[in-house]
């Protein structure tokens, strides 16, 4: 194993639930989670299905490590088909929902068709029950999973849930489970709601075993978690600074996107940074972050617990945010911060916090909130168009607001709840939006960190840092150094970053690992507890192959290589201040390369050699 | 000498890496829900809790025990349940007022820490060290030494 082997498909518009045998050929070319819901993704639907009809699937799945001792060893992906992009979803979370699923004795939940009015599904091991939920519609993620507990009478259960944004049709919203950890990325969220599914909640007291090796494996996870211990990035950095250890190195370099990307250094940055977040208030004397925390199994523990001020604005009388609940990660700083203007840690810990609540994105939401202040100093959006609301580069009042408005799916949240490309395209300026696929970017400014460029515009799920975080080898020097500003080897790089990421993904593993471990300490882990023999050569075909897979769906689905594009801000417009003054991002330099070393034609169409090196399906 | 776990509390980062050892230690698989150890999170507060059996040396259990299933084991002072003799009655879960013992339905017998026999999995596996096994007169031996740093000797000798 140390797959359970189970599926779990639950039909929606019938209400009917069945178990059926993973198909362990699959398993074996894709492994699982990402890969493998992905292999099921495209043998069950559609393409060119509407995102949001009875049509498109809903994967939960994990991945074979998922749920034992290995570190970081607690995750799954949702994966269906995007609203935001058109293209294949696939989004990682972590915390405890995924092994607690697992432990129940699934590896994967299948959700098709779509249920005649609002519903929940409960598990508790072998049983699973579709239970109405009309209580639970318009709820948020929080009041859902308090309601769900009371419900079921047993602290124990994991709930994973979507929150009133997803109701409203935003299309970049996310699924939250415990509370604060989310599948975030390309409106999975908005896929589950437009199924009448407001949460998950499962309880498993099965426990994950049948490890094939059991004493070389306890071996193996204990000489990696000391591999991760001693590394200076997962041992020292994250516990300490969590991913926000990159706010201040970031702008320093000279890539932080700012005011939706006109800018790549941001003046506020040290005040929205992990360092700042340590830091003890005036009126409390506490620093925002109260401690860090560990998501199932995981010995790096990056996770930022944190409070509010009580006094400030954003939660004056509002004592539902006194207490701690999941802090700002250096996407979401960076998003709600930095792409706004915003340099005021208490407002962005709390748009982090509503994000949390009602299940939004928040790195697609700050990003799109950026492009509306763009919009907006243009004067292409004005106060009538958002009902007298002044939206400002750096006003923290018109972050508060919005994230309230696009939480509730009100008013003109229903605008910056479109995402970006919907949003410039209505207000006449496409060009503004910040975003491949129609997703939008990430942390990295590609002008300042060229790989990032060919990351965004090639990633399977429209612009991503998850896809090939290049940023370690071109900032951080793992596993090797590269130049930032150079374009050259960077099609090499990205693509083997890539491949490395979809086995990553498919195990049931933290991408975060990968500044301690590569392969070679994944590998021996994989090999111990499953079936099969499985080296680093196997794991990197597997991981080629699912990118295959990936890009093969998107292009069934209408997308053509012309997609793989970056906005022309980022091609046309020069860095105008740090390491990278004057430099535009040299995608058209990496791009063919890339296309190349994958084995694709010119236009970036999967060969048929290429798909039949990975058997890929027809 | 006998050892004694020793929990500190904020060391915790919530990983439940200790539960997953004691289980499989235990029962063969990773499963938190039959781990002799919980970690408890109070998510408002922002803390994470590690608690598990203290080997009272009068437990409640033992001398609730109607057929002596519970017993003492004199290398490492664990009262350990004889599995052999366990009736399932669980009246050791009511006798105890930490709560640390608890009954295991896929077995019919309860279930408590026992320390592993003298060397427990949660210890070894705690990656921040919240979880020490420790000399069981001296488990106050790194308070003591974090309090005895911020001693200001100047001022106490001027005293």
């Not at chain 1, 105008?576 to 296309?595: H, I, Q, R, S």
Request: a negative charge; proline letters at 4%; charged letters at 20%.
């Amino acid at each position: 194993m140390s797959w359970t082997k189970k599926i779990l498909r639950v039909n929606l518009t019938n209400g009917e639930v069945a178990e059926e045998p993973l198909n362990m050929d699959w398993a074996a070319q894709y492994i699982g989670q990402r890969g493998l819901g992905t292999r099921y993704l495209v043998e069950e639907t559609d393409p060119t299905c509407d995102a949001l009809g009875a049509d498109n699937k809903l994967i939960f799945a994990t991945g074979p490590l998922t749920g034992t001792a290995v570190s970081t060893g607690g995750r799954y992906s949702v994966i269906c088909k995007s609203p935001l992009t058109g293209a294949v979803a696939c989004s990682n979370s972590g915390g405890f929902f995924g092994a607690e699923l697992k432990s129940a004795g699934w590896d994967m939940i299948i959700f098709e068709g779509k249920a005649g009015s609002p519903v929940r599904l409960h598990i508790e091991n072998e049983k699973a029950e579709i239970i109405p939920a009309d209580d639970l519609w318009g709820k948020t993620v929080w009041e859902t999973d308090k309601l769900i507990h009371a419900a079921v009478q047993d602290p124990q259960v994991r709930v994973a849930a979507v929150g009133r944004s997803a109701e409203a049709g935003c299309l970049y919203s996310a699924i939250i489970n415990d509370l604060h950890r989310a599948a975030g990325r390309s409106g999975v969220g908005t896929v589950m709601a437009s199924k009448n599914l407001k949460a998950v909640s499962v309880r498993g007291t099965r426990g994950v075993g049948n490890i094939k090796d059991p004493v070389r494996f306890m071996k193996s996870v204990a000489e990696q978690k000391q591999v991760l211990a001693e590394n200076a990035v997962t041992g020292q950095g994250l516990p300490a600074l969590g991913t926000q250890v990159l706010m201040n190195v970031i702008n320093e370099v000279g890539a932080l996107p700012t005011h939706n990307m006109r800018d790549v250094q941001f003046e506020g940055a040290n005040n929205i940074s992990g360092e700042a977040m340590l830091e003890a208030r005036e009126s409390d004397g506490k620093p925002n972050l109260t401690t860090n925390a560990a998501c199932f199994g995981c010995t790096i523990a990056c996770g930022r617990i944190s409070t509010i001020d009580k006094g400030h604005f954003t939660v004056e009388n509002k004592p539902e945010y006194w207490g701690n609940s999941g802090g700002l990660e250096y996407e979401a700083a960076w998003a709600l911060g930095a792409a706004t203007g915003v340099d005021d840690l208490d407002t962005l810990t709390y748009a982090n916090f509503v994000c949390n609540e009602d299940g939004m994105d928040p790195i697609s939401f700050g990003a799109t909130v950026g492009a509306a202040m763009d919009l907006f100093d243009l004067g292409a959006i004005t106060t009538e168009d958002t009902g007298g609301m002044d939206l400002s580069f750096g006003s923290s009042e018109a972050l508060a607001w919005c994230v309230e408005k696009v939480a509730a799916g009100e008013g003109f949240g229903k605008e910056i709840g479109m995402g970006s490309k919907k949003l410039c395209e209505k207000y006449g300026h496409p060009g503004l939006s910040m975003s491949v696929k129609g997703q939008e970017f990430p942390a990295y400014d590609p002008r300042g960190i060229q790989g990032m460029g060919l990351t965004y515009a090639t990633s399977n799920r429209g612009a991503c840092h998850l896809r090939s975080y290049t940023v370690a080898s071109e900032i951080l020097g793992i596993p090797e150094k590269t130049d930032p500003l150079e374009t050259e080897g960077k099609a090499g790089l990205v693509k083997a970053f890539q491949d490395a990421t979809a086995a990553v993904d498919s195990m049931g593993l933290c991408v975060f690992t990968t500044f301690a471990w590569s392969l070679d300490n994944m590998a021996p882990q994989m090999d111990a507890a499953c079936d099969g023999e499985w080296t680093v050569e196997r794991l990197v075909e597997a991981g080629e192959r699912v990118w295959n897979l990936e890009r093969d769906y998107n292009m069934k689905a209408g997308l053509t290589g012309a997609d793989d594009n970056l906005p022309a801000r980022l091609l046309k417009e020069a860095a105008k201040t740090g390491p990278a003054e004057g430099k535009v991002c040299g995608l058209d330099e990496m791009l063919p390369e890339y296309y190349s070393l994958r084995g694709w034609t010119p236009d970036g169409q999967v060969t048929r050699e290429t798909r039949q090196k990975f058997s890929l399906p027809a | 000498m006998l050892r004694s776990l020793s929990i500190d509390a904020e060391k915790c980062t919530g990983c439940l890496q200790c539960e997953m050892a004691c289980s499989y230690e235990n029962e063969g698989v990773f499963n938190p829900a039959k781990s002799r150890i919980k970690v408890f999170t109070f998510h408002d507060e922002g803390r994470f809790v590690p608690y598990t059996c203290t080997q009272c040396d009068e437990a409640w259990c033992l001398h609730a025990c109607p057929v002596e299933a519970i017993v003492m084991n004199k290398a490492t002072g664990a009262m350990e349940v004889a599995d052999s003799v366990c009736v399932g009655c669980k009246v050791c879960t009511i006798a105890c007022p930490f709560g640390t013992v608890n009954y295991n339905q896929d077995t019919g017998k309860v279930i408590k820490c026992d320390l592993c026999g003298g060397d427990p999995k949660c210890a070894e596996a705690c990656p921040t060290d919240a979880i020490v096994y420790v000399d069981a007169d001296a488990t106050g031996l790194d308070k003591m030494r974090a309090w005895a740093a911020k001693t200001d000797n100047a001022a106490s000798a001027r005293g």
